[in-house]
C-alpha cells in the first residue's frame, strides 16, 4: 500500500519527460505525432507504443536505474524507446552509428547496458551484446503489439539519469554526458519562453537521433 502511496504522490510532483508525451496524447489524441516514410501514429497511437515498449522492457527485467543501449537508424520505435526509457526511470544510451566495433563495446561496457535494442544493419558491430537484446525488425515490431497499452506507473524522480550521450571520441575515447528528466524539462520551458515555440509547428528531424542536436 505503501508503494501506491509513494507512485502517486511521485506522478503528482515530478518532472517526468515521459509525463509530456502523456499529457499531449491526453489533450490532442488525434493530432499527428510522427510522419515516418509510409507511417502515420497520432498522439494516442504514439503513446500507446511508448507504453507497449515500457512493458516488454519490464518483463525483461529492466527498470529505475538500468541503461538501455539503442543503436539503430531513425524510427518511431527509437522515439518510443526515449519515452518508454523515461516512464521507467531507466538511462537510454543512443550509440552513434561511425562508431567502430571497438567504440560500440566501450560504450556497452562503460554505462553498464542492462538491454540492447540494435537495428538488424548495425548487429555485425556488437560484439558484446548485453543478456537481453532485442534486434529492431518486423518480429519485434509484433512483439511490440502484443503487449498491453495500458499506462505504466512508475516511481521516477527529477533527477534520475534519462539519456547518457557520448562525445564523437575524435581525439580520445568517447565521454558519456549524463542528462536528467529536470535537465529535459528546463530545456523544453526555456524553449517556450525564449524562442518562442509553437504546438502547431511541424518539424523535420533531418539528424540521427543518437545526435545531441
Not at 500500500?1 to 491526453?26: C, E, K, P, T, W
Not at 558491430?125 to 509484433?142: G, N, Y
Not at 523544453?188 to 504546438?199: E, H, I, T
Request: glycine share 4%; hydrophobic share 50%.
Amino acid at each position: 500500500m505503501r508503494q501506491h502511496a509513494d507512485v502517486a504522490y511521485n506522478l503528482i510532483h515530478r518532472f517526468n519527460v515521459g509525463d509530456a508525451l502523456r499529457r499531449s496524447a491526453a489533450r490532442s489524441p488525434q493530432k499527428t505525432a510522427i510522419r515516418f516514410f509510409d507511417r502515420t501514429l497520432n498522439y494516442a497511437e504514439f503513446n500507446a507504443l511508448v507504453n507497449q515498449t515500457a512493458r516488454l522492457l519490464l518483463a525483461h527485467g529492466i527498470g529505475r536505474g538500468d541503461s538501455v543501449a539503442i543503436f539503430a537508424a531513425n524510427s518511431p520505435e527509437y522515439a518510443a524507446a526515449f519515452f518508454a526509457c523515461a516512464r521507467i526511470g531507466a538511462a537510454l544510451v543512443p550509440v552513434n552509428l561511425l562508431f567502430t566495433p571497438e567504440e560500440v563495446d566501450y560504450v556497452l561496457e562503460k554505462t553498464r547496458v542492462k538491454a540492447l535494442l540494435v537495428d538488424p544493419m548495425f548487429a555485425a558491430k556488437v560484439s558484446r551484446p548485453p543478456a537481453v537484446q532485442f534486434l529492431l525488425d518486423d518480429a519485434f515490431r509484433r512483439k511490440l503489439a502484443a503487449q498491453d497499452a495500458a499506462p505504466v506507473e512508475q516511481l521516477v524522480e527529477d533527477g534520475d539519469p534519462l539519456l547518457i550521450i557520448f562525445t564523437s571520441g575524435t581525439t580520445a575515447r568517447p565521454k558519456g554526458v549524463v542528462l536528467t528528466h529536470l535537465n529535459f524539462f528546463s530545456y523544453l520551458l526555456a524553449s517556450y519562453a525564449d524562442y518562442g515555440v509553437d504546438r502547431d509547428w511541424r518539424y523535420l528531424l533531418a539528424l540521427p537521433m543518437f545526435h545531441i542536436a
